[in-house]
């Protein structure tokens, strides 16, 4: 299965500031998203990332806040804007390889996001 | 939009033990149902998925059935070890795999050597 990087693997932050995480993938991928797990919690979708064009969002995520890039099949990018204490979470990359919908979905290790 | 529940969300079992983790889900229309094995500090792990097409699925000590009808969907773990202690998550999606998947609660099974 494909290698996912993720990066940084923690920060802490002040509140106010943004963070931009960063989604490396070692081959290219038809499909990437973005997930939020909150602490003890599941996960939930925040967008998917479209090469070449704007993210989709899901119910409860806008662009403002988690604006999204991903300029190529292998990369992407997630930003935190403006950051409140309420934003501490893991936020984790996810892919789906192949060209073919029918394959699997696989995480990378995630981001842990702590705001003071 | 679908919505998936999981029961039970702490399991603790013996060493040598079976577990079974249950799922139920909500849209008719989804066709595949992933498993995840998350271990502390790590991301999900897929151990296992199914198809709408298939009633059961087994790899190894791992299995998966699927009842469409009752919409429901289970993982059985045979002969538990200690490194199966972890959180697991059932997911469900519609429209092929690598589309948006919707979550369950997770279960955190410990295995007790």
């Known amino acids: 299965s494909a290698v996912i990087s993720q990066k940084p693997s923690r920060d802490i932050c002040q509140r106010g500031t943004s963070l931009t995480i960063q989604c490396q993938v070692d081959?290219?991928?038809?499909?990437m998203f973005w997930y939020r797990q909150q602490p003890g919690q599941s996960l939930t979708l925040i967008a998917t990332?479209?090469?070449?064009?704007?993210?989709?969002?899901e119910s409860g995520f806008v662009i403002d806040k988690f604006p999204i890039s991903r300029p190529n099949l292998t990369f992407s990018t997630l930003t935190v804007s403006n950051m409140s204490p309420e934003d501490s979470s893991i936020y984790l990359c996810?892919?789906?390889?192949?060209?073919?919908?029918?394959?699997?979905?696989?995480f990378g290790d995630g981001t842990r996001l702590s705001i003071l | 939009g679908e919505n998936v529940e999981q029961h039970p969300s702490t399991l603790s079992v013996q060493e040598g033990d079976s577990a079974v983790i249950k799922c139920t889900y909500s849209?008719?229309?989804?066709?595949?149902f992933p498993w995840y094995k998350q271990e502390l500090g790590k991301g999900p792990q897929l151990i296992i998925d199914?198809?709408?097409?298939?009633g059961e699925k087994k790899d190894q000590r791992i299995a998966v059935t699927l009842n469409k009808t009752a919409k429901h969907f289970s993982l059985h773990i045979t002969e538990t070890q200690p490194e199966d202690s972890a959180v697991y998550f059932c997911?469900?999606?519609?429209?092929?795999?690598?589309?948006?998947?919707?979550f369950g609660s997770g279960t955190q099974l410990t295995v007790l050597p």
């Open positions: 081959s290219q991928v038809t499909m």
């Open positions: 996810s892919v789906g390889t192949g060209v073919d919908s029918n394959q699997p979905q696989h």
């Open positions: 849209d008719s229309a989804s066709n595949y």
């Open positions: 199914i198809r709408s097409n298939v």
């Open positions: 997911a469900a999606t519609r429209g092929g795999s690598a589309r948006q998947l919707t």
């Open positions: 990332a479209n090469q070449g064009s704007e993210a989709t969002y």
